[in-house]
């Protein structure tokens, strides 16, 4: 039993299927994935990702817009409660700040589509889904600001220090891990899933983006989320198939699928 804690299925490449979505998802059953959380990034895809996952039970959903997804329409909070009513949908995201593109700019706009997201989840009672990158400061201290600690979440794909997951994991946040664990250079990052506590820990793939090792650099599918499972159990002297307990147990502890 493997669960997918992130990934977008209506962007996965389907080529190796013959454009057949079904068999990809058949290829994941395969591989152990017995479930997986479809997550939005903007309200324009929203409709299509939603229909594109209805025949699969195994598939929870979120709904949010990513923070790099500049000009799209802005989520209001009760757009986001409204589509989060929905029985399929277990948390609000992805949200957070990305200031990889944008470093010196104004991102105004994305901190208060942040702060939307997050009183959102408040308001419905919803985990959060978070994204951060090159902004760890400002996203931990909007998370607190917002009171986002009545919530909880994940921070997703993570990829920043120590430091910053304990201050995430004092805010209730669980921590989840995605290939990037597995690449050559990422010793300092395979520390801190080592750190990470029994449960507080998730896996991912991200689909289609960041294929684990020894897929690298490939187009990325639900499948393949063993391989982060296998880094990590070897990090923390587990068994692949612990992780892959610990972290389905996780997974819905959090998003209240038990
Ligand atoms: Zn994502």
Not at 10 to 35: I, W
Not at 75 to 94: H, K, Q, T, W
Not at 199 to 213: C, G, N
Not at 230 to 250: L, S, W
């Amino acid at each position: 039993m493997l669960i997918d804690s992130h990934c977008h299925l209506d962007r996965v490449d389907l080529k190796r299927y013959d454009e057949d979505f079904d068999r990809m998802m058949q290829a994941s059953a395969e591989a152990g994935v017995t479930r997986m959380l479809c997550v939005s990034i903007d309200l324009e895809h929203y409709p299509a990702m939603r229909e594109l996952v209805e025949p699969y039970a195994q598939v929870d959903v979120s709904v949010g817009v990513h923070p790099s997804e500049e000009g799209r329409r802005e989520p209001s909070l009760e757009a986001l409660v409204e589509l989060a009513a929905d029985p399929r949908n277990v948390a609000i995201g992805e949200t957070g700040l990305d200031c990889y593109r944008s470093s010196g700019e104004d991102i105004g706009w994305q901190q208060a589509r942040f702060r939307t997201h997050i009183a959102a989840a408040r308001a419905c009672g919803k985990p959060l889904i978070i994204h951060t990158r090159n902004a760890r400061e400002d996203t931990i201290r909007i998370l607190k600001e917002e009171g986002a600690a009545e919530v909880g979440g994940v921070l997703h794909c993570f990829t920043e220090d120590w430091e910053t997951a304990k201050q995430g994991l004092d805010l209730g946040f669980y921590v989840s891990f995605s290939g990037i664990v597995t690449f050559k250079n990422a010793a300092e990052l395979r520390e801190v899933a080592r750190q990470v506590p029994n449960d507080r820990l998730l896996i991912e793939t991200d689909s289609p983006y960041l294929a684990p090792v020894p897929h690298r650099g490939k187009p990325n599918e639900p499948r393949l989320v063993g391989h982060v499972a296998e880094c990590i159990g070897e990090v923390r002297g587990m068994a692949p198939e612990a992780v892959a307990e610990v972290t389905a147990e996780n997974y819905l502890r959090l998003f209240r699928r038990a």
